[in-house]
């Protein structure tokens, strides 16, 4: 089988649902070896895709995951950070239990699963990529989304830092920060009404919410040899919405019309 992941090892937390599992969707596709490190069974299991039990905030749980790649695969080239919750309150409100799983998800985990695929990806000696999916919310300012916002933010700085620790093994370390993408995560803010649909839709200027694989494809190409000169640095994809600084625009300055579907 051609593609160019032919002969690699992929692992994607959360791969389960959503961004995570369009990421395994597209790997696959390019010949990886895919293993999926979700807290939860996936909605709809992929051929090609190893399922572990993992919580990522968990360094037992994350380690055992990679000892479990050791044995079935001997190596990981690929590391995509991507698991994540949502909890909504303002600071005052913010329960110190719901602070804690929001960093400890994205950021702790992050670190967490760095630290065991850094290490493998050196003594190997064949270089390798890690994406991790930051956020919109986490360079621009959303209330209710404190720990959400920090955690995000936190993982641009430390892609940063793990950029330069490990360029000289060849491994690049990069993220992607994704704007409102149409996955369960946004259905449960639109239920719980943390999210208003067409508020929000109008102040992105591409007019929509991102599909999965629009996140996807940009992971996969950081992931890519195509992208071998590219570390430390985070791709906004967004649709324009962080680069709109006004909300109230003249009428004469409105665009027409957004073309729908890209
Ligand atoms: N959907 C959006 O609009 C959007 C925007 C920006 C960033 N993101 C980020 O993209 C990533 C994926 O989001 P999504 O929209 O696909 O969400 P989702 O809720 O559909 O999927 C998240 C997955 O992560 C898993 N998960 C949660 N906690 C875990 C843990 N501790 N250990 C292992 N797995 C765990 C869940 O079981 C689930 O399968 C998240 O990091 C999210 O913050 C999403």
């Given at each position: 089988m051609a593609g160019e992941f032919f002969g690699k090892v992929a692992a994607i937390t959360g791969?389960?649902?959503?961004i995570g599992d369009a990421i395994a969707a597209r790997l696959i596709e390019e010949g990886a070896k895919v293993f999926s490190f979700d807290l939860n069974d996936p909605d709809e299991a992929r051929n090609g895709v190893t399922y572990l039990k993992v919580n990522v905030a968990d360094p037992g749980s994350v380690e055992e995951a990679f000892g479990s790649i050791d044995r079935?695969?001997?190596?990981?080239?690929v590391l995509v950070n991507n698991a994540g919750v949502q909890r909504v309150a303002l600071a005052e409100n913010m329960r110190p239990e719901d602070w804690h799983l929001v960093i400890n998800t994205h950021l702790t985990g992050m670190h967490l699963c760095c630290a065991q695929a850094i290490r493998r990806m050196r003594a190997r000696g064949r270089g390798g990529a890690i994406v991790s999916i930051a956020s919109a919310a986490g360079i621009v300012g959303i209330p209710g989304r404190g720990p959400y916002s920090a955690a995000k933010a936190g993982i641009e700085g430390l892609t940063r830092v793990y950029a330069t620790e490990t360029a000289a093994a060849n491994i690049r370390v990069n993220a992607v920060a994704p704007g409102s993408t149409r996955t369960k995560l946004i259905e449960q803010g639109l239920k719980d009404g943390s999210i208003r649909g067409d508020w929000q839709i109008e102040r992105i200027p591409m007019g929509r919410l991102a599909e999965p694989w629009e996140i996807a494809d940009p992971v996969v190409y950081l992931a890519s040899?195509?992208?071998?000169?590219?570390?430390g640095q985070t791709l906004v994809v967004d649709g324009g919405w962080t680069v709109q600084g006004m909300v109230h625009i003249a009428d004469w300055l409105v665009p027409s019309q957004a073309v729908p579907g890209g």
């Open positions: 791969a389960g649902r959503g079935e695969a001997g190596q990981i080239d040899d195509r992208a071998s000169y590219i570390t």
